[in-house]
């Protein structure tokens, strides 16, 4: 369970969001709102692909995030630079577990420059706030 100091703490940085579960789903269902949520969706598709034991998983996962996120026309594409795009291209016949980290951090400086100082002005957001101070009433927050 998250309380007001936490909440009060995603407002520092996007990691804090990204590594709690309630914040990261209000995160999400921001994105999702300006029709960008396929960036948490990939930064978090790379996280778990990061995570990945086996050769074989690794390439048909590989191989699900190429299809899912980055190659053109992809269902869920993302916006990264054509040089990214074609390094990752070339080499996702041999995948490894570093083959998506320049797009990761592509897209994850996108969300923490851009998406994320929305969220952070966003009624999603201040909601957030707003049921954790209802949950220790004792505290108020300046900033709202």
Same mark, same amino acid.
């Given at each position: 369970?998250?309380?007001?100091?936490?909440?009060?703490?995603?407002?520092?940085?996007?990691?804090?969001?990204?590594? !709690?579960? *309630?914040?990261?789903? =209000?995160?999400?269902? @921001?994105? %999702?709102?300006?029709? #960008?949520?396929? !960036?948490? *969706?990939?930064?978090? =598709?790379?996280?778990? @692909?990061k %995570?990945?034991?086996? #050769?074989?998983?690794?390439?048909?996962?590989?191989?699900?995030?190429?299809?899912?996120?980055?190659?053109?026309d992809a269902?869920?594409?993302?916006?990264?630079?054509?040089?990214?795009?074609?390094?990752?291209?070339?080499?996702?016949?041999?995948?490894?577990?570093?083959?998506?980290?320049?797009?990761?951090?592509?897209?994850?400086?996108?969300?923490?420059?851009?998406?994320?100082?929305?969220?952070?002005?966003?009624?999603?957001?201040?909601?957030?706030?707003?049921?954790?101070?209802?949950?220790?009433?004792?505290?108020?927050?300046?900033?709202?």
């Amino acid at each position: 369970r998250s309380n007001t100091g936490e909440t009060m703490a995603w407002s520092e940085s996007v990691d804090t969001v990204l590594a !709690n579960k *309630e914040g990261l789903t =209000a995160f999400w269902t @921001f994105l %999702k709102s300006e029709f #960008s949520e396929e !960036n948490v *969706e990939f930064w978090l =598709a790379c996280e778990d @692909f990061k %995570k990945t034991k086996s #050769s074989t998983k690794i390439a048909s996962k590989a191989q699900k995030i190429y299809s899912d996120f980055i190659q053109a026309d992809a269902p869920k594409e993302i916006n990264i630079d054509f040089h990214t795009k074609n390094d990752i291209s070339q080499n996702i016949s041999d995948p490894t577990l570093s083959c998506f980290d320049a797009a990761q951090s592509s897209i994850y400086c996108l969300m923490a420059k851009d998406s994320f100082p929305r969220f952070l002005k966003s009624e999603a957001y201040k909601e957030l706030v707003k049921k954790h101070q209802e949950r220790n009433h004792k505290r108020w927050l300046p900033f709202l």
